[in-house]
């Protein structure tokens, strides 16, 4: 199982980014998604997510101004960023859940996931 994210990069306090996730490896029909992001000395949280039956759930931090979204047949989900803001600075992670027929408990929980990608850095600046 792999995960490539894309999309990072920088960008001026008000501006837009759009991260893409490409997952290739798995079979299973159902599974959970996610984007989390860490920013430098902090802890990795969690910032959006989506299950098989497009249920979304988004951090308090970024609603109304990210929105998760993805596209089975490419094998992707996507992470849209508007009106960013410095402190949305960090290493952008997707990660995966197979066999999620059902959602998650937790669904912006680190320990909800088993499958990570490398990271996509977005910085933001004034």
């Known amino acids: 199982v792999q995960l490539v994210e894309s999309g990072g990069g920088s960008v001026q306090a008000g501006g837009s980014l759009r991260l893409s996730c490409a997952a290739s490896?798995?079979?299973?029909?159902?599974?959970?998604m996610g984007w989390f992001r860490q920013a430098p000395e902090k802890e990795r949280e969690g910032v959006a997510s989506?299950?098989?039956?497009?249920?979304?759930t988004l951090s308090d931090s970024v609603k109304g101004r990210f929105t998760i979204s993805q596209d089975k047949e490419k094998n992707s989900v996507y992470l849209e960023m508007n009106d960013l803001k410095p402190e949305d600075t960090a290493m952008y992670y997707c990660?995966?859940?197979?066999?999620?027929?059902?959602?998650?408990?937790?669904?912006?929980?680190?320990?909800?996931?088993?499958?990570w990608g490398q990271g996509a850095q977005v910085t933001v600046s004034l």
């Open positions: 989506i299950d098989s039956h497009h249920e979304t």
């Open positions: 490896g798995y079979t299973y029909s159902s599974y959970c």
């Open positions: 990660a995966a859940q197979w066999a999620c027929p059902d959602g998650l408990a937790s669904p912006l929980s680190v320990s909800s996931y088993n499958y």
